[in-house]
């Protein structure tokens, strides 16, 4: 292909990898808010409570799971 180069697809690749990054973050922030509103309204309720707590929890293991693969992604693409 004419004006294909490896450095311009990882190029390619890293940004919509950060643009799904930043998507990802907007859908955990909303995660968390949501738990967190629902923590707020359980008034006690531990069954309510409890969903709330791991809707959060989720939501940043969620976080440090994809900060971590594009940790991996970026050190694989610095040593090619």
Excluded: H, R
């Amino acid at each position: 292909i004419v004006g294909y180069s490896t450095s311009k697809s990882s190029t390619i690749i890293l940004d919509v990898i950060e643009w799904l990054l930043g998507i990802l973050a907007i859908l955990a922030f909303g995660a968390i808010v949501w738990g967190g509103f629902m923590y707020v309204l359980a008034l006690g309720d531990e069954a309510k409570v409890g969903k709330a707590k791991t809707i959060i929890l989720y939501a940043i293991i969620g976080i440090i799971v994809a900060l971590a693969g594009y940790a991996i992604i970026v050190a694989v693409g610095s040593a090619l």
